[in-house]
T-cell receptor, first 111, second 114 residues
Framework: QKEVEQDPGPLSVPEGAIVSLNCTYS??????FMWYRQYSRKGPELLMY????GNKEDGRFTAQVDKSSKYISLFIRDSQPSDSATYLC???????????FGTGTRLKVLA | EAGVAQSPRYKIIEKRQSVAFWCNPI?????LYWYQQILGQGPKLLIQ????????DSQLPKDRFSAERLKGVDSTLKIQPAKLEDSAVYLC????????????FGPGTRLTVL
């Protein structure tokens, strides 16, 4: 079993839809949970991070962490064609700088 | 603020040849990472430097891959000899540290081994 599992997609949605992206993990030591966005032929860029459990909102993006279920989510409201990219979840434990990435979910928002 | 720079952006070589990639991190970032991202997969950490010392190289195939970070700034990653399965994007990232330790990624070098 991989430490971090993520559905690779692709996921196609119409413009304006609410998008839900998810990852599950097996290592209970993970404390930091990140979402990176990667456009084609570019490096990943950090979208949001959450420490431990709970929700965090930033504009159209909401990150949720449920440590009891070992499940994290990223919601995108009012999705735009410019949101079309691959979304990578990443996790690390407290006291370590090592990130474990999911495989990434490819999202396409249709105009 | 300038981002992480990498070169070359693309490289095509034949198997058994050697290749080197270069990375210049964000100024002041003590920690530097090299990742391998195979098509359809997430980045996998190859090696992590703290200044010019190696912190983690547990997933670096040391029989063919080597990396160095002279003077704690620029870094090079070398593959010798290359295999077909080394075809991937090689990403360099750097970070300042701190609790969240945000990693900033360069654009990557896309390597094709024929």
């Amino acid at each position: 079993q991989k430490e971090v599992e993520q559905d690779p997609g692709p996921l196609s949605v119409p413009e304006g839809a609410i998008v839900s992206l998810n990852c599950t993990y097996s290592n209970s030591a993970f404390q930091y949970f990140m979402w990176y966005r990667q456009y084609s032929r570019k490096g990943p860029e950090l979208l949001m991070y959450t420490y431990s459990s709970g929700n965090k909102e930033d504009g159209r993006f909401t990150a949720q962490v449920d440590k009891s279920s070992k499940y994290i989510s990223l919601f995108i409201r009012d999705s735009q064609p410019s949101d079309s990219a691959t979304y990578l979840c990443a996790m690390s434990g407290s006291g370590t700088y090592k990130y474990i990435f999911g495989t990434g979910t490819r999202l396409k928002v249709l105009a | 603020e300038a981002g992480v720079a990498q070169s070359p952006r693309y490289k095509i070589i034949e198997k058994r040849q050697s290749v080197a990639f270069w990375c210049n991190p964000i100024s002041g970032h003590a920690t530097l990472y090299w990742y391998q991202q195979i098509l359809g997969q997430g980045p996998k950490l190859l090696i992590q430097f703290q200044n010019n010392g190696v912190v983690d190289d547990s997933q670096l195939p040391k029989d063919r891959f080597s990396a160095e970070r002279l003077k704690g700034v620029d870094s090079t990653l070398k593959i010798q000899p290359a295999k077909l399965e080394d075809s991937a994007v090689y990403l360099c990232a750097s970070s300042l540290g701190g609790a969240i330790n945000e990693q900033f990624f360069g654009p990557g070098t896309r390597l094709t081994v024929l």
